[in-house]
């Protein structure tokens, strides 16, 4: 058995009969080992701990071909969600549109209650389970999923060499150790050009202080359309995404002026309805966004651990 763990202040992480300490959260390139490395012997064989900036990559020590199980454990989160004016409608009370759900300026991203997320995702088989609970103004929330879809577009990118061109697959409804958004054409540029350490979709329960909250509109109807991505950082303590420049973050000129943190791991939620063909007409022009989903719930953890377990 293989552990490998990462997370946004110090953990462990198993070797083959040793472990690895990290202490940075992640990297928004495939990481680099550019930090200092000591290696001691234990009782139970050698440990190596990596201080910061390491951003071990996943992929650099785990075979990905088989025996990988990934448990995600994700608290402090915030949901980024502004009502837009006057809401146009509703699902069960809960303003559906117009609603920005990514408010990149921060304005509209609030600290939740009770948050906790846990994930145990087979990434070979795509197989596993999620379990997500908050508590926000508009009540207690309970996210599941058990199974998994892949979405329309690419699941994710891998870079070319040092061209920052991206080679992107599709049909994999849970990907590691790839680019999402940004220029990636893996997703709209919703976030900057994003590295995901685990990123999944599929079809998702979700529950509003104890009822089933159903899906009115489009897609896998009851259930919403689920995504979660275990990232590096995105978003600032404000909530706030920001570019190169120190500006904040917008779609429109999305091509590479976006800003991770390397030092960071984030892990995301949003459900939906499936894109409709057409947006309502209500909302056009009134801030709602992404266009033309007609509901959108959207949250951002900011205490995550992974870990990573292999079987030979």
Request: hydrophobic residues 35%.
């Amino acid at each position: 058995m293989m552990t490998q763990s990462l997370r946004s202040f110090p953990v462990m992480v198993g070797l083959v009969l040793g472990l690895v300490l990290l202490s940075c959260e992640g990297a928004p390139t495939p990481p680099q080992n550019s930090s200092q490395v000591s290696q001691d012997a234990t009782s139970d064989g050698p440990v190596m701990n990596i201080q910061r900036g390491a951003g071990a990559s996943i992929a650099s020590v785990v075979n990905a071909n088989s025996g990988i199980t990934y448990q995600v454990k994700a608290t402090n989160a915030r949901l980024n969600r502004k009502v837009e004016g006057s809401p146009v409608y509703s699902v069960q009370g809960v303003p559906g549109g117009p609603v920005h759900s990514f408010v990149w300026d921060g304005d509209g991203s609030t600290p939740v209650q009770n948050a906790v997320a846990h994930l145990t995702i087979d990434p070979v088989d795509n197989s596993g389970k999620i379990m997500v609970k908050w508590k926000d103004r508009n009540g207690s929330w309970l996210y599941t999923q058990e199974k998994f879809a892949a979405p329309p577009h690419p699941s994710g990118g891998t870079l070319v060499g040092s061209t920052g061109n991206f080679v992107t697959e599709s049909g994999d409804p849970v990907r590691t150790n790839v680019f999402l958004h940004g220029n990636t054409t893996a997703g709209e540029p919703v976030l900057p050009t994003i590295f995901n350490h685990l990123a999944t979709w599929g079809p998702g329960e979700v529950r509003l202080n104890g009822k089933v909250f159903e899906n009115p509109f489009d897609g896998p109807a009851p259930l919403w359309v689920g995504h979660t991505m275990t990232t590096v950082g995105a978003r600032n303590n404000n909530g706030e995404v920001k570019t190169i420049g120190g500006g904040i973050y917008n779609p429109a000129n999305a091509t590479n002026n976006g800003v991770t943190d390397p030092d960071d791991l984030e892990f995301h939620l949003v459900f939906h309805d499936l894109p409709a063909n057409v947006e309502h007409p209500e909302v056009i022009g009134q801030g709602h966004f992404p266009p033309p989903v007609s509901f959108f719930y959207h949250l951002t953890f900011e205490e995550v651990s992974v870990q990573v377990r292999h079987s030979e």
